[in-house]
């Protein structure tokens, strides 16, 4: 069993900043993609920015320049760094991680989200 806890959410104004954090635990062996997704109401989930166990990364066009995500491996642990946060940031923000398993098997998982709120 593996489990995802996330945190670093919050209320911010426009320009401000925060930092998410989504730490892995339980039966892991090795971890392969990791990445931040978000939600705002009324849309779609959306992938932020990911990055693999080589470290590439990938941003979404309208974050790009202003969020920075990075992973500690000896943490099992991803974090996105969000500055000049604007108010249209504001969603709940989900980790996905891809995984081996101990048991050799490669699953998905997700972490329970945190809220993101940019405004004045």
């Known amino acids: 069993q593996v489990q995802l806890v996330e945190s670093g959410g919050g209320l911010v104004q426009p320009g401000g900043s925060l930092r998410l954090s989504c730490a892995a635990s339980?039966?892991?062996?090795?971890?392969?993609?990791m990445g931040w997704y978000r939600q705002a109401p009324g849309k779609q989930r959306e992938l932020v920015a990911s990055i693999g166990s080589s470290d590439s990364t990938y941003y979404i066009n309208s974050v790009k320049g202003r969020f920075t995500i990075a992973r500690d491996d000896a943490k099992n642990t991803v974090y996105l760094q969000m500055n000049s946060l604007k108010p249209e940031d504001t969603a709940v923000y989900y980790c996905n991680v891809k995984l081996l398993t101990i048991a050799t098997t490669t699953e998905n998982y997700w972490g329970q989200g945190t809220q993101v709120t940019v405004s004045s």
């Open positions: 339980g039966s892991i062996f090795k971890i392969y993609d």
